[in-house]
């Protein structure tokens, strides 16, 4: 509905521009649907960074993370409300090593700087009452949760930014265990943070992760006891690469995985000059056409069973871009993205 409205918004206005009107018919074929988009496609992350994430001499995260939000701000519900089921999404770079404080990782360590670790912090900590509190905030706001786990956990780095190893399942199977104790409805349960391709910080092979994956569906098996009841499994929530996500279908085999999830971050960096001149010329993001088709592509020969998900997607990477993802121009940039 939306699309169609502004179709003809952009009519109306080349008409007033014109010198002379002319007129055009527009005949939108209703019969044919080329895709579907979920009722609840407006997603917002929360992300793990403590206030010590910098770049650019910028450390704008503040108490905004999943670990130090103030959950009882009467705004924060309200916003959430607003949007009438917002999906949203608790993840980001250091999803991958959190550690869930429950079972026989009781009691775990909060993220500390660690100028040789990845992204320049120690492993994390998420207490089960701090989960708790965070379950109560979606509750009352109507939430949609997706939660992203620790697919790094287990494994260790052996060079540059390569990590093998099998990944441990037993935290993230305590941790599921106690979320299904306390009736915490996580829609979907989503396998590592950009750790697909080459990876941004951390990468993994794409046979090892099928593998994980299969194991990850297997625990849903086991501890959701109701088949209706079983959560989606999204993976890998990373930057597409055509040869590894088709690896993983590969592995993981039918119907493991439920989305295939992608991130898009196709402004750049923080630090790019030229943001807001991109973020004005209207070609810039059909630059983005390439990757949808492929990632459709790769659906339709390996994963017809699996759907296609944005997971995350900034526009601008690294704490986007001072002075303008911060400000006013960013809306048009958020109001392309939704309504293409
Ligand atoms: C952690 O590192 C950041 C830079 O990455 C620095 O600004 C901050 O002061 C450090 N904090 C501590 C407690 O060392
Ligand atoms: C997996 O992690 C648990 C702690 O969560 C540990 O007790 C266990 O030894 C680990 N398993 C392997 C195979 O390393």
Redesign the pocket.
């Known amino acids: 509905m939306v699309v169609r409205l502004l179709l003809i918004v952009f009519i109306c206005l080349h008409a007033a521009w014109a010198q002379q009107p002319e007129e055009a018919t527009v005949i939108v074929k209703g019969s044919t649907k080329i895709a579907e988009t979920d009722k609840n496609y407006v997603c917002a992350t929360i992300d793990w960074w403590p206030p010590e994430k910098c770049n650019y001499n910028q450390c704008p995260w503040g108490q905004s993370s999943i670990l130090n939000l103030d959950l009882d701000h009467p705004f924060l519900a309200q916003a959430i409300q607003a949007f009438d089921n917002l999906r949203i999404r608790l993840g980001g770079s250091l999803q991958d090593r959190v550690v869930y404080d429950v079972?026989?990782?009781s009691p775990c360590s909060p993220f500390t700087n660690m100028s040789n670790g990845l992204f320049g912090f120690s492993v994390g900590c998420l207490s089960m009452d701090r989960w708790d509190k965070l379950n109560d905030l979606f509750q009352k706001s109507g939430a949609i949760v997706t939660f992203g786990l620790n697919a790094l956990y287990?494994r260790y780095n052996v060079r540059r930014s390569f990590w093998a190893g099998k990944w441990?399942s037993?935290?993230a199977y305590?941790f599921l265990k106690y979320t299904i104790s306390k009736g915490y409805p996580v829609d979907s349960w989503e396998f590592g943070n950009e750790l697909s391709g080459h990876g941004i910080g951390a990468r993994v092979d794409a046979k090892l992760y099928g593998k994980d994956v299969i194991e990850l569906k297997s625990i849903f098996q086991q501890l959701y006891k109701a088949p209706r009841s079983q959560p989606f499994l999204l993976a890998p929530g990373g930057f597409f690469d055509q040869q590894w996500y088709s690896q993983l279908l590969q592995t993981s085999g039918h119907g493991v995985v439920s989305a295939l999830t992608h991130h898009i971050y196709n402004l750049g960096g923080g630090n790019d000059v030229h943001l807001i001149r991109k973020i004005l010329d209207p070609k810039y993001l059909d630059r983005s056409e390439d990757t949808y088709r492929d990632m459709q592509l790769t659906l339709q020969r390996h994963g017809t069973w699996a759907s296609a998900w944005v997971s995350e997607s900034g526009g601008v990477f690294n704490n986007g871009g001072q002075l303008v993802s911060n400000t006013f121009i960013n809306s048009i940039w958020s109001s392309l993205k939704l309504f293409p």
């Open positions: 079972g026989t990782n287990g441990n037993t935290n305590d």
